[in-house]
């Protein structure tokens, strides 16, 4: 199923796509976590800004 997924993503034509890791902190512990989510390129700047 993996390989239908990048098989689509890089057809010619297609939505490009970026990995967004930000860095969050936690209330409880004050210690970092990573947050990764796969957006459209168009989006990143949005993304971040939240």
Known sequence: MAK???ATL?????????KVIKAVK???TGSYTFK???VP???VKNVLAK
């Not at 890089?10 to 490009?16: I, L, N, S």
């Open 26 to 28: 936690s209330e409880k």
């Open 10 to 18: 890089k057809q010619p034509g297609g939505v490009k796509f970026a």
């Open 36 to 38: 990764e989510e796969m």
């Open 41 to 43: 390129e168009g989006e």
């Open 4 to 6: 239908k997924v990048v």
